[in-house]
């Protein structure tokens, strides 16, 4: 019995937030990224590096703020400032950030 390919659709991508350890589409998610120049929010998901995804919810970035997880997923030491440039972001009036 010869076997057949059928075609499936490519399932959507997903990636785990750091913070809640649950799975998103990737789409959902703020992706922030360690490059030889540092750390920097990656908006549209294009910057060459280690990347860490998170829930772009203001509370949760608050929480994470106290937690620092991007310190355990990039392996080094990072700034509590990273989590304000996100707020600065995700939270509508606050227009001073760093983003790449």
Same mark, same amino acid.
């Given at each position: 019995?010869?076997?057949?390919?059928?075609? *499936? #659709?490519?399932?959507?991508?997903?990636? #785990?937030?750091?913070?809640?350890?649950?799975?998103?589409?990737?789409?959902?998610?703020?992706?922030?990224? *360690?490059?030889? @120049?540092?750390? *920097?929010? @990656?908006? #549209?998901?294009e910057i060459l590096g280690r990347g860490a995804y998170i829930t772009p919810d203001a509370s949760l970035?608050?929480?994470? #703020?106290? *937690?620092?997880?991007?310190?355990?997923?990039?392996?080094?030491?990072?700034?509590?400032?990273?989590? @304000? @440039?996100?707020?600065?972001?995700?939270?509508?009036?606050?227009?001073?950030?760093?983003?790449?």
């Amino acid at each position: 019995m010869p076997m057949t390919m059928t075609s *499936k #659709k490519n399932p959507p991508l997903t990636r #785990k937030c750091v913070m809640t350890q649950k799975h998103f589409q990737k789409n959902e998610l703020l992706r922030v990224v *360690k490059t030889a @120049d540092g750390i *920097k929010i @990656d908006l #549209k998901q294009e910057i060459l590096g280690r990347g860490a995804y998170i829930t772009p919810d203001a509370s949760l970035i608050r929480k994470m #703020k106290k *937690k620092n997880p991007f310190a355990r997923a990039f392996r080094m030491n990072v700034s509590t400032e990273i989590y @304000d @440039d996100i707020l600065a972001i995700i939270e509508p009036g606050i227009t001073s950030c760093k983003q790449e």
